[in-house]
């Protein structure tokens, strides 16, 4: 890497922790570490939320997308909208109305305490190993781009992103993420403006080989919807279902609207994340199509698309700022998981009243934690980082359907919601080793865990009313 690039690289890797450092005194209590003192702006929050859910496998995967196909991926985001819709009218007025800090309280206050640290292990466990695993992809795609070593690498994102976050808390991290998300989202922007200058074609010629090529292909009703996960419906479906989970009952994104001022800031903030992600993945895909005209449909490593255009196509100053804007989807969402991590693990199992201080050191904790994760494993665990990437889409799905009955006015046994949500696991394993696409499984989850804990519970009342 020249040592311009690098010096860029470098600059951003200081900058963030010194900002983070220069915001510490503005935290005097948990509430400001946790959530800003509920006065983010909500555009602030939208952006982070943006940042927060993409990570660096979506900064480099997406382009490869468009690449080797087109664009009907666009169609999960279409569903991400719709999600997010049904997070701001069904949720959100719950997690406001109970003024909660973390949002296993509702839980808590639903089904005791016990419930509550049920819910915030299985939201700790999912985050580390999906969080874990894309840090640990970060450092790859840095390997690449800099020569750096894997070990190397993640010790230098996980230094500079644990010092912000220890030091500034929830408010240093929002203002980051959004200062990352304009990053990364020139960088998409600027990819799309070298191929253009760099193609021998106008951009009349470009864009109708694209037609020909059927790149921008946005709808498909090819295939079974059942096994196909971009299959117009199961994509539309499943990407509403994903986006109500991971935006309505995963603390990592709640956490960002809970710190607006009022319920409409976070409404507005929660729906125009997924209006901006839309955005975002048609800049990245757009990129990815014009970089198969590019290079002339080379057979290229898969989600090696974008980091090979970077290598031999972006000139010296730009590359760098490509890859701060790489290494700033990994820091949003890096740091994002620290901050939530902590606050759950304060909340839920420790107690709203533990001291400031306390948490910080928590938060020290999972950064480290994360790092040593990252290092442990390399890029040879397959099979560990394809469930880190998928576990959310199996936990998620137990996790929603706590949500639904706790709304519902009746009373359950104490037993019966935790049996629910872990059979519902094993159904979706099963129907997984079936071929079931994955954009079923929170839907299917859910469905069943609310299913199984009401129908239990009529088991169990019926034989009580027969010994009465």
């Known amino acids: ?174 203002w980051i993420d959004s200062f990352q998300f304009i990053l990364y989202l020139s960088g998409g922007l600027i990819a799309i403006i070298i191929c253009l200058n760099s193609i021998e074609l106008s951009t009349y010629e470009t864009f109708s080989i694209l037609f020909q090529n059927e790149k921008f292909k946005m709808i498909n009703f090819i295939g079974n919807p059942i096994n196909n996960p971009y299959h117009f419906i199961s994509a539309i479906i499943g990407g509403a279902f994903l986006s109500l989970a991971s935006h309505g009952i995963d603390y990592m994104m709640v956490q960002r609207v809970l710190s607006t001022e009022n319920i409409s800031y976070a409404k507005m903030a929660m729906i125009g994340s997924g209006i901006f992600v839309l955005i975002q993945f048609v800049i990245f895909l757009l990129a990815g199509a014009l970089i198969f005209i590019l290079i002339n449909d080379q057979s290229i490593q898969q989600d090696r698309e974008f980091t090979t255009f970077i290598i031999n196509y972006v000139p010296i100053g730009l590359k760098g700022l490509l890859l701060a804007g790489a290494l700033s989807a990994a820091m949003s969402t890096l740091s994002s998981s620290i901050n939530s991590l902590t606050t759950s693990t304060v909340v839920d199992w420790i107690g709203k009243n533990s001291s400031l201080q306390n948490s910080k050191m928590i938060s020290l904790f999972w950064g480290i934690v994360l790092v040593l994760f990252a290092i442990i494993f390399d890029e040879r665990d397959s099979s560990l980082v394809e469930v880190g990437l998928r576990i959310a889409s199996f936990t998620y799905g137990g996790l929603l359907g706590l949500f639904f009955l706790s709304k519902l006015n009746r009373e359950f046994n104490i037993l019966l919601p935790p049996i629910g949500m872990i059979a519902s696991l094993l159904i979706v394993f099963l129907l997984d080793s079936y071929g079931l696409a994955w954009t079923w499984f929170i839907l299917i989850s859910s469905v069943a865990s609310i299913t199984i804990v009401m129908l239990l519970q009529y088991i169990v009342e019926s034989i009580a009313s027969i010994k009465a």
């Open 1 to 174: 890497m020249h040592w311009f690039d690098f010096t860029i690289v470098i600059l951003f890797l200081i900058g963030f922790p010194l900002y983070g450092f220069s915001q510490r005194r503005k935290n005097q209590s948990n509430e400001d570490y946790f959530l800003g003192g509920r006065k983010t702006p909500w555009y602030i929050a939208m952006f982070s939320i943006v940042a927060t859910e993409t990570s660096v496998l979506t900064f480099i995967s997406i382009p490869g997308i468009a690449y080797r196909g087109d664009w009907t991926f666009l169609q999960l985001a279409i569903g991400y909208i719709i999600g997010r819709v049904g997070v701001s009218f069904f949720l959100l007025p719950m997690y406001f109305k109970e003024g909660v800090i973390s949002i296993y309280e509702i839980i808590g206050s639903r089904f005791g305490i016990n419930m509550q640290k049920f819910s915030s292990a299985v939201f700790l466990i999912t985050r580390i190993l999906a969080d874990g695993v894309r840090f640990l992809a970060t450092a790859i795609i840095v390997q690449v781009l800099t020569g750096w070593s894997i070990v190397f690498a993640v010790f230098v994102i996980g230094i500079a992103t644990i010092i912000y976050s220890f030091f500034g808390g929830i408010r240093t991290i929002l």
